[in-house]
Every structure is written in structure tokens, then in C-alpha cells.
């Protein structure tokens, strides 16, 4: 099998169950802040997304975040959203990370700026996220930009999107996701995962589509230590799914980061047995550290050598 630019496609090519997790960039110009993160992370990750102002929040970019933290020895993938970005600076974005030696990339729509801390800020969306998509794999795959034009060096990425299993209509979402197969992305995130039926459900109707035979699926886990971050989540959170027995198990729980942790690595097991999975993206929001015990208390550590 030929070897990608890619380590964590050489990973999910390879047949491995892949582990990816999050971190998200200081609301400030630390890089330090960066580096002490990815302390956690080295050797117990395949990859880590860096947030692009996640919640539509000012904070340090994540190409430079993402280059920063590569520097540390982490293979990363940048998110990057339509929302603060024409299509001319998202291609050139593009470009400057793939120069920078970038090599995975999760492209997103972004949250609606009314969610962060600047309502009145102008936003772009002038792509939506399958055109983003398709726009990044002409980039990749043709070497044309948007406006027909050929590139000397086209980029090098692996192309990932959002797939959400808990968001309705249903079938809008099955479509939309299928919209993102054919516009070139090569793996999927999914939303966090607290109701394991209704996700074991979600991959019934992938799997009916042959979906996960066309992309990887990668399925989120959101580690917490809190019942109030949970009914949070519940209340606030489109697009999420929290059953109350979850948010009651956390209540009751003497030790809540323990249970929390407990919690994460149940769900883990739960997925790698479902057909179609081919692995977990952890997500634990202010709470990095957790990560390499989350990945032991799971048995996915030591981590496959892939080049």
C-alpha cells in the first residue's frame, strides 16, 4: 500500500483504530500555553484537531496553534470554518498550511458569531461546508483553485468533515453527510456521543449506504467531570443528545471525575465493537490532561508505530 503525506490516513489505511483528540488555542499569543498542552498528548494520540475560534470566540489561529504544537512532535489537523473567511482567504490558508507541513485538515461551516462574544461582528459564509469540502479536494486532487486556475504545488491534505448522529430532520442529515462523500471528504468527526442507542441506529443507516466503506468515521467522546456541564450541553448544545440517566449517573457519582472518566472509556468500548468505526475522537473541553488516562483506562496505549 502506498504511504500518504498523512500519518493518521497511513493509520486508518492500515486497518488501525485510531485515536485522535482536541486542543483548543489560548485566548492569547502564549505559545507556551501550546506546548504544555501537547505535553499531554505526545504518544498517546494519532492526531489532534486545533478549534478555528471555536464558539466563535477570539482566540490564537489554529494554523499557527496546529504549528506550534507539530514542532512538539504531534500530528495535527487544523479545523477550519466558512464563518470569518471568504473563499479567496480559505484557499490561501489552505496553502499556507500545507506549506507549513500541515497534512490533515477538518473542514466546518462554524458557529453562528451571536454564539460568542462579538454578536455584531460581520460574518462570511460565503461557503458552506460541502462546498469547503469540495473546493479543498479540486485543491488537493486537481491542483485547480475556485476561480479555474492551476497551481504549480497543489496542497497536501486529508480531507475530514462533522457528521452529526443526533441532530434532526434525520434524513436531511444522512443526506448532507452523503453530500460530503461525494465532494470529496475522506473521514468523518461525529458529534459527541452520550446516547449509544440512538448512535448505534445512526450507524445502521450508514452502513445501509455504504458510507463508512466511502469515508472513515471517527466517533466523538466528550469526557466530563461535571453533571452542570452536562445539562449544559443538554440545554444549549445543538445538536446534542444527553439522556437524563447520564446526567443522574453523574450526579450520584461520589468521585465525578473518576466517573467521568469511567463514563468515557465505557463508551469507547462500546463503539470499537460497532461495525463501521474506525476509531474515537476525543473532545475533553479545559480538561487535556485527562486524555492519557482516558486512553490507557481504554487499552489503546502504546499506540501502533505508522510512519
Not at 130 to 138: G, S
Not at 176 to 192: C, I, L, P, Y
Not at 246 to 265: L, P, S, T, W
Request: charged share 25%.
Amino acid at each position: 500500500m502506498t504511504k500518504s503525506y498523512s500519518k493518521v490516513k497511513n493509520m486508518l489505511d492500515a486497518g488501525h483504530f485510531v485515536v485522535c483528540s482536541e486542543l483548543g488555542p489560548p485566548i492569547g499569543s502564549d505559545p507556551d500555553f501550546i506546548r504544555n498542552k501537547a505535553k499531554n498528548l505526545k504518544g498517546y494520540v494519532d492526531g489532534v484537531n486545533v478549534t478555528d475560534n471555536q464558539t466563535a470566540i477570539v482566540r490564537m489561529s489554529s494554523i499557527a496553534a496546529a504549528k506550534i504544537a507539530m514542532d512538539e512532535g504531534l500530528e495535527m489537523i487544523i479545523q477550519v470554518t466558512a464563518r470569518d473567511r471568504n473563499r479567496i482567504g480559505l484557499q490561501s490558508d489552505i496553502l499556507g498550511a500545507s506549506a507549513l507541513g500541515l497534512r490533515n485538515v477538518l473542514l466546518l461551516t462554524g458557529d453562528h458569531q451571536t454564539f460568542g462574544k462579538d454578536p455584531g461582528s460581520k460574518n462570511v459564509f460565503e461557503l458552506g461546508s460541502v462546498q469547503l469540502i469540495k473546493a479543498v479536494n479540486d485543491m488537493v486532487h486537481e491542483g485547480v483553485l475556485l476561480n479555474g486556475d492551476q497551481m504549480d504545488t497543489p496542497p497536501k491534505m486529508f480531507i475530514g468533515g462533522a457528521a452529526n448522529p443526533f441532530a434532526d430532520p434525520f434524513e436531511m442529515q444522512m443526506i448532507k453527510m452523503q453530500k460530503k462523500v461525494n465532494a470529496g471528504v475522506e473521514f468523518f468527526q461525529t458529534q459527541a456521543i452520550y446516547n449509544m442507542e440512538k448512535f448505534k441506529y445512526w450507524m445502521e443507516e450508514v452502513r445501509k449506504r455504504g458510507i463508512h466503506e466511502q469515508a472513515y468515521i471517527l466517533a466523538g467522546i466528550l469526557p466530563t467531570r461535571s453533571p452542570k456541564a452536562l445539562r449544559m450541553m443538554k440545554k444549549y448544545v445543538a445538536g446534542m443528545d444527553v439522556p437524563e440517566h447520564i446526567i443522574k449517573r453523574m450526579d450520584q457519582a461520589e468521585d465525578k471525575e473518576k466517573e467521568g472518566v469511567k463514563m468515557a472509556v465505557e463508551t469507547i468500548e462500546q463503539v470499537k465493537e460497532i461495525e463501521g468505526v474506525r476509531g474515537v475522537h476525543l473532545m475533553p473541553v479545559a480538561w487535556e490532561e485527562i486524555t492519557p488516562h482516558v486512553v490507557e483506562e481504554a487499552s489503546l496505549y502504546p499506540r501502533p508505530e505508522v510512519e
